[in-house]
């Protein structure tokens, strides 16, 4: 079963706009987590933010979590063309940290 | 630095046929270990996970099996492949904690025919 699941589904923005997506889960979480998956590649760990944090920043990424409703975001703000790729919201199920159950993801697509 | 290698890329197999994808890590000891699968346009599936040699958490029922017989080494096998086999086959690794990311390999394409 997905513990995360992401909105949009897909977002197609211009170069130098921000894009926004969303994640919600299911059960209660000491982190969530955000990957980067590049089309046919593995994918690549961006960002961890804990239960006890509301807001994070790295680089051009802002990652928000909001625990009473069971939601996350990540903002990438004036993004690039090679900005595109899928993203992926993961979790820990409760009592289940040897594992991260991923969301579907958000395809992003950036125009030059 | 720690690096994980998953091979093959690519494979083509026809239905009926065994199936065996290999991951090694380098350069960290006792990592956990994991087999995703994800589908076209997907998010990833969890297949199996390892804590240790010889310990294999399967998450799903299915035609697959995994195994570790050296601490950095994991193994997806099949005797008998499906179509509903086909897939990207991702193997990674992680320090075992809950705050630990996984490192993704890059994965393996498998068409079953």
Redesign the interface.
């Known amino acids: 079963s997905?513990q995360g699941e992401e909105d949009p589904q897909a977002l197609s923005i211009q170069e130098g706009e921000n894009a926004t997506m969303n994640c919600s889960y299911k059960t209660s979480i000491?982190?969530l987590?955000w990957?980067r998956q590049n089309s046919?590649?593995?994918?690549?760990?961006l960002i961890?933010i804990?239960s006890n944090e509301r807001e994070k920043h790295s680089g051009r990424l802002r990652v928000t979590l909001d625990t009473s409703k069971k939601s996350s975001s990540l903002l990438i703000t004036a993004s690039r063309a090679a900005d595109t790729a899928s993203y992926?919201c993961?979790t820990?199920p409760s009592g289940g940290?040897?594992?991260?159950?991923?969301?579907?993801?958000t395809?992003l697509a950036v125009h030059p | 630095s720690q690096t994980i290698h998953q091979w093959p890329a690519t494979l083509v197999q026809p239905v009926g046929s065994p199936l065996s994808l290999e991951c090694t890590v380098e350069g960290t000891s006792n990592p956990n270990l994991y087999w995703y699968r994800q589908a076209a346009g997907r998010g990833l599936q969890l297949l199996f996970y390892s804590v240790g040699i010889g310990q294999i958490s399967s998450e799903v029922p299915q035609n697959l099996s995994a195994s570790r017989p050296q601490d950095r080494q994991f193994i997806l096998s099949s005797k008998k492949l499906l179509l509903s086999d086909s897939g990207f086959y991702l193997c990674a690794w992680s320090r075992g904690r809950d705050d630990s990311p996984l490192h993704f390999g890059n994965g393996t394409r498998l068409t079953v025919t």
């Open positions: 997905q000491n982190n987590q990957y046919g590649r593995g994918l690549v760990h961890l804990r992926f993961a820990h940290y040897n594992k991260l159950i991923f969301g579907a993801g395809r």
